[in-house]
C-alpha cells in the first residue's frame, strides 16, 4: 500500500470506529506480537518521550502514529507503571490539535514542579509549501492525569544559525533552575544541541551552543539527554549522518553517548570527544532516561530505527520500546543493567552445566524467556548460543575467542529486516569468561554482555514453532553454565 500524504497526516479523530476496528483486528492476527515489551495497540510507535516518575507511578510516553505502520501524524500515548515492568496503557495524552503543533506532537520529556507533571515537547508545522517549523511547548498534566496545553508554545523561534530541524527537548533541574537540551542542525548542516534556561517552566531564556570536541558529527542530533551519574556528566544523543567506522555505526543512524566532567554551565562546554555507542545491536534508536525515586539512572530506547520496512508492517503496526536499563558508571564508560525488577517476570526456571567440544547440544525450548550463560573458553575458537532455532532458523550470538569478538548474527533469524544494513553486528571484547544476559520475547532480542559492558537489542521475526535453545563450542572446548526462566 502506498501510503500519501494525505493518509499520513489524517487525524485518528476524523477516522470512523469500524475503520479503526479494523486497522485492530489486523493487529490482532500478527504473529509477532510482543508478551512482555511497550508496543502500540496498532500503528507506529516510536521515540519513548516524558520518561518520569510522578504521583507515586513511572509515567512513559512514547511517540504514536496511529493509523498505520508509518511516520505520518504524531501523538503522544501514555502508559504508566508502579514498577518499570507491568505497564498500563492510559491512552492519548498529547493530540497534535494546535496551531503549534499541527503536523505531530513530536518528542520531548517530563518533569514534576509544583505538584503537576511538565510535558516539554516539541510541536512540529508545515506550511502550504511543506516548510518546516517547529515551536517547544509546555503542557501540565495533573495527579488526576489531565492534561492541559497552552495557548501558545513557550519557545516560538529557532535562535540565528540554526534551521527549523530543532527539537526534542530535555529539560532537568539543577539547583532552583530549569534547563532544557534542544537537538538542533547548524546552518551549516552540521549536528549540534543548543541549551535553555528557565525559572518558572514558562519563560524560556536562550544559553547558547552546548559545546563539545565533535564539532562535525552527522548533519542532526536528535533526542538529547544530559544527567550527572556518581559525579560525572553524562551527554546522550541520536546524532544523523555518520558514516560507518569498522564495526561502528552500522546501523542508519546512532544512538550514543559522551562522559566526561559536570557540564559547566556557566560556559556550557562538555569536553570530551569519544562518542560511544549504547547499543551494538540492530534495532535501538532515539534512548531517553529518568531519575527513579531511590537514585537510579533509568533508561528506555525505541526497539526500531526509522527508514526501515518491517515484517509487521503488513499487520498495521510497527516497533516497540526496549526494556528498562539501569545506568552507572564505571572506568568512564556507562554499564548498562537490566533493572532488576524485571525479576518478577520469571516463571519456571530450568537449569543446565557441561562442557561442550566441537558440537551442538539442545538444552532447552522457549520464544519467551531470560537466560543467563557464562562460559568460560577452554581451547575452543567460537561459542556462544542459538536461540529461536528450529532447523536451519536461528539467531545467533557468539564470542570469537581468536578476533576477541562479540557476534550477533540475524542473518537465519527468520523474516528478514533491514538487510541492506547488513545481517551480522560485531563489537571487541576481551576475555577469557564470557556472560551473556537474554531478555527474548517473540520478536525481539536484548543481549547483555558482561553485566552491562555492551548490549545487542535487535528485532528478530523466527516462526512461531523455532524454539529451540542450544549451545554450541567449534574448534575445541568451552564451558557453559546457563540459567533460564520462562517470561
Ligand atoms: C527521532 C525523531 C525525533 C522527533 C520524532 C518524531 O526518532 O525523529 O527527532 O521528535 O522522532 O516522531
Keep these: ?117 511538565f510535558l516539554m515537547y516539541t510541536g512540529n508545522t508545515r506550511n502550504d509549501n511543506w516548510e518546516r517549523h517547529p515551536y517547544q511547548v509546555i503542557a501540565v498534566m495533573n495527579k488526576q492525569g489531565e492534561i492541559t496545553k497552552p495557548l501558545s508554545p513557550a519557545i516560538a523561534k529557532v535562535p540565528e544559525g540554526y534551521t527549523d530541524h530543532f527539537r526534542d527537548p530535555k529539560v532537568w533541574k539543577s539547583g532552583d533552575t530549569f534547563f532544557a537540551v534542544i537537538g538542533a542542525q547548524r546552518k551549516n548542516k552540521t549536528g549540534c544541541a543548543v541549551l535553555y534556561c528557565s525559572k518558572n517552566l514558562t519563560e524560556w531564556t536562550f544559553l547558547g551552543e552546548l559545546k563539545t570536541d565533535l564539532d562535525h558529527f552527522g548533519y542532526m542530533w536528535e533526542c538529547p539527554d544530559y544527567f550527572e551519574l556518581d559525579g560525572n556528566g553524562v551527554f546522550v544523543f541520536s546524532p544523523q549522518g555518520l558514516k560507518p567506522d569498522g564495526d561502528h555505526y552500522q546501523n542508519i543512524y546512532q544512538s550514543g553517548y559522551i562522559i566526561g566532567d559536570k557540564l559547566d554551565l556557566d560556559t556550557l562546554t562538555f569536553s570530551d570527544g569519544h562518542f560511544h555507542e549504547l547499543d551494538r545491536g540492530f534495532d535501538f534508536y532515539a534512548p531517553q532516561t529518568t531519575y527513579s525515586p531511590e537514585g537510579r539512572r533509568i533508561l528506555v530506547g525505541w526497539l526500531g530505527l526509522p527508514e526501515i520496512a518491517y515484517p509487521t508492517d503488513q499487520n498495521n503496526w510497527a516497533h516497540c520500546l526496549t526494556l ?18 524485571l525479576k518478577k517476570l520469571r516463571k519456571e526456571k530450568s537449569v543446565f552445566e557441561a562442557t561442550i567440544a566441537n558440537e551442538t547440544v539442545k538444552a532447552f525450548t522457549g520464544t519467551s524467556f531470560e537466560l543467563i550463560c557464562e562460559m568460560a573458553v577452554d581451547d575452543s575458537d567460537i561459542f556462544g548460543i542459538e536461540f529461536r532455532a528450529k532447523g536451519d532458523e536461528k539467531t545467533i550470538v557468539k564470542y570469537d575467542a581468536k578476533k576477541k569478538k562479540i557476534i550477533l548474527d540475524r542473518m537465519l533469524s527468520g523474516q528478514p529486516v533491514g538487510e541492506a544494513y547488513g545481517t551480522r553486528r560485531q563489537c571487541s571484547l576481551a576475555g577469557s569468561k564470557i556472560k551473556f544476559h537474554l531478555f527474548v520475547d517473540i520478536s525481539s532480542v536484548e543481549i547483555f554482555v558482561n553485566d552491562g559492558e555492551e548490549v545487542f537489542t535487535s528485532r528478530i521475526f523466527p516462526k512461531a514453532d523455532s524454539n529451540e535453545i542450544r549451545f554450541f563450542a567449534d574448534g575445541g572446548r568451552a564451558s557453559f553454565r546457563a540459567e533460564k526462566w520462562e517470561l
Excluded at 572506568?331 to 543493567?337: A, R, W, Y
Design 1 to 117: 500500500m502506498e501510503w500519501t500524504k494525505e493518509m499520513r497526516y489524517r487525524r485518528l479523530e476524523d477516522v470512523d470506529d469500524d475503520t479503526v476496528k479494523k486497522i485492530r483486528e489486523r493487529v490482532l492476527n500478527c504473529k509477532w506480537r510482543q508478551k512482555f515489551h511497550i508496543q502500540p495497540q496498532a500503528g507506529l510507535l516510536n521515540d519513548p518521550n516524558g520518561f518520569s516518575f510522578f504521583n507515586g507511578e513511572y509515567h512513559l510516553f512514547y511517540q504514536w502514529f496511529p493509523l498505520g505502520p508509518v511516520h505520518g501524524l504524531k501523538y503522544w500515548y501514555h502508559t504508566k507503571s508502579k514498577d518499570l515492568v507491568h505497564w498500563e496503557n492510559v491512552g492519548i495524552a498529547i493530540k497534535p490539535d494546535k496551531y503549534y503543533d499541527s503536523h505531530g506532537a513530536y518528542s520531548g520529556s517530563a518533569i514534576e514542579y509544583r505538584d503537576q507533571l
Design 324 to 341: 528498562p536499563r539501569e545506568l552507572t558508571v564505571e572506568n568512564g564508560k556507562l554499564l548498562q543493567k537490566p533493572i532488576q525488577e
